[in-house]
């Protein structure tokens, strides 16, 4: 809930809850549909607050391979925030200098994505990107790298 209300006000355009391997909360269906009209509200809330002229969308839990799937036909690029090795810095990514880009940004659960994960996300063409060498709790990495990739255009 501290993404969707401060992502909001920092300025993205959509969220979704994504299961992972590594998921501590598992949100049965039946509570779902209750959570998302919670969790709408909250963006609704947020982007009042802030002034935005437009409230983000809010989707449901969705699995990875299908936010991969239909990652490829909507955005410019995808980045997975990942803490192993191997990761560029976030800064260095070729849509943040580009005003116009659809970047899906892809911020993994409180213990981080799996090697499969990552694997999986680089094989649809997402790049594994870091924040630095501090590891930060999920709701501060995702507020945090929505941060650093919009600042240059406001």
Same mark, same amino acid.
């Given at each position: 809930? #501290?993404?969707?209300?401060?992502? $909001?006000? /920092?300025?993205? @355009?959509? =969220?979704? @809850?994504?299961?992972?391997?590594?998921? %501590?909360?598992?949100?049965?269906?039946?509570? @779902? /549909?209750?959570?998302?009209?919670? &969790?709408?509200?909250?963006?609704?809330?947020?982007?009042?607050?802030?002034?935005?002229?437009? %409230?983000?969308?809010?989707?449901?839990?969705?699995? +990875?391979?299908?936010?991969?799937?239909?990652?490829r036909?909507s955005? !410019?690029?995808?980045?997975? +925030?990942?803490? !192993?090795?191997?990761?560029?810095?976030?800064?260095?990514? #070729?849509?943040?200098?580009?005003?116009?880009?659809?970047? +899906?940004? +892809?911020?993994?659960? #409180?213990?981080? &994505?799996?090697?499969?994960?990552? !694997?999986?996300?680089?094989?649809?063409?997402?790049?594994?990107?870091?924040l630095?060498?501090?590891?930060?709790? $999920?709701? $501060? /990495?995702?507020?945090? /790298?929505?941060?650093?990739?919009?600042?240059? =255009? #406001?």
């Amino acid at each position: 809930e #501290e993404v969707l209300q401060h992502g $909001t006000e /920092a300025g993205a @355009a959509a =969220f979704c @809850a994504i299961r992972a391997e590594r998921s %501590v909360v598992d949100l049965p269906a039946d509570r @779902a /549909a209750d959570r998302l009209v919670r &969790w709408r509200a909250i963006v609704k809330g947020a982007a009042e607050q802030s002034g935005r002229g437009s %409230v983000p969308e809010v989707r449901g839990p969705a699995s +990875l391979p299908a936010v991969l799937n239909e990652a490829r036909d909507s955005f !410019d690029q995808v980045l997975l +925030l990942h803490t !192993d090795g191997g990761a560029g810095a976030l800064s260095d990514s #070729e849509s943040a200098r580009d005003s116009g880009a659809r970047i +899906l940004l +892809l911020v993994g659960p #409180e213990g981080g &994505w799996s090697r499969a994960e990552a !694997d999986q996300a680089i094989l649809a063409g997402a790049a594994l990107v870091s924040l630095g060498p501090r590891i930060l709790r $999920t709701e $501060t /990495a995702a507020v945090y /790298a929505i941060s650093r990739l919009l600042y240059p =255009f #406001e």
